[in-house]
């Protein structure tokens, strides 16, 4: 795209918590596997924006995340990247339970079909050509095209909360293979009245507990609603705000 991202480098970056791990220059040197560098290259990024160069090392390292930072700053791809390096890195075989029952390794919940469809092909590019298998659920459309995708199953799950427990109660979807949760544009979900919903699928019973997956909270403001979540959702985990310093 024709974005400068030059005007990112300006930008104050606070990183709160234990221990956070060093913030890569360059996705050369991020110690992404060569396959997960080629398709970024290919999709014409050139270097990381800021929220990028602080989020892939965090995610990498295994922490769990609250990443606070602008729209457009780049922040599916701080996400995306890092948990599809740990899917190849340490790839586990896929799972489909009883009656085609799929348990997704990865679950991104986001507001809106537009949004879910945009991380969805996203997803797409970066793991094109492994054997990563992605899918989508959003509402305002027929089950059945969704519903054979996932009970193919699927390492990568996109959804809206909504959907998602359509899937979930049907017994279509469960929660025991995940390896991550990753909450996107948190403060429009909240806005949105989806919070019931984020809960259900973190205290279902089939979910993996908060010590045994990760946990990565991403929205573009961080009022205290959204602060109060992340304390309940993630443990030990680090806090990243990108913000523009005044002036
Ligand atoms: P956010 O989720 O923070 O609103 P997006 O992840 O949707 O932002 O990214 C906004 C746009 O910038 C998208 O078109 C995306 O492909 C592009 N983009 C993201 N990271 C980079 C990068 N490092 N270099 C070039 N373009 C990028
Ligand atoms: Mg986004």
Same mark, same amino acid.
Do not use: W
């Given at each position: ?5 030059? $005007?990112?480098?300006?930008? @104050?970056? $606070?990183?709160?918590? =234990?221990? !956070? +791990? ?5 996705? =050369? ?20 924006? !800021?929220? #990028? ?28 990247? +890092? ?21 997704? #390794?990865?679950?991104?919940?986001? !507001? ?7 991380? &969805? ?21 027929? %089950?059945?095209? #969704?519903?054979? #995708? ?8 996109? @959804?809206? +909360? ?18 991550? %949760?990753?909450?996107? =544009? ?9 919070? +019931? ?7 279902? !019973? ?13 929205? @573009? ?17 680090? &806090? ?8």
């Amino acid at each position: 795209s024709g974005i400068n991202f030059d $005007k990112f480098d300006c930008i @104050a970056v $606070k990183v709160t918590g =234990e221990n !956070p +791990p060093r913030a890569i220059d360059s996705f =050369e040197s991020a110690n992404l596997r060569k396959f997960v560098v080629d398709n970024i290259l290919r999709s014409g990024y050139k270097k990381p924006t !800021p929220i #990028q160069k602080h989020a892939i090392p965090i995610i990498m390292s295994g922490r769990d995340l609250m990443a606070c930072a602008q729209t457009g700053s780049g922040k599916t791809a701080a996400f995306l990247l +890092p948990m599809i390096n740990v899917l190849l890195q340490d790839s586990r075989d896929l799972v489909i339970g009883e009656n085609g029952c799929a348990q997704p #390794q990865v679950i991104i919940v986001s !507001p809106t079909r537009e949004l879910t469809l945009q991380i &969805f092909n996203e997803a797409r590019k970066f793991a094109h050509g492994s054997i990563l298998k992605i899918a989508v659920a959003y509402g305002g459309t027929a %089950v059945r095209h #969704q519903g054979d #995708q996932i009970s193919r199953g699927c390492h990568i799950l996109v @959804a809206t +909360p909504g959907r998602l427990h359509d899937f979930v109660d049907r017994n279509r979807i469960s929660f025991e293979s995940v390896r991550f %949760v990753v909450l996107d =544009e948190a403060d429009r979900m909240l806005d949105m009245g989806f919070m +019931p919903s984020v809960e259900k699928m973190m205290q279902h !019973p089939t979910m993996v507990p908060s010590g045994d997956r990760q946990t990565l909270m991403f929205s @573009a403001t961080f009022p205290e609603d959204i602060q109060h979540l992340a304390g309940r959702f993630l443990s030990n985990y680090l &806090f990243v705000a990108v913000g523009i310093v005044g002036g």
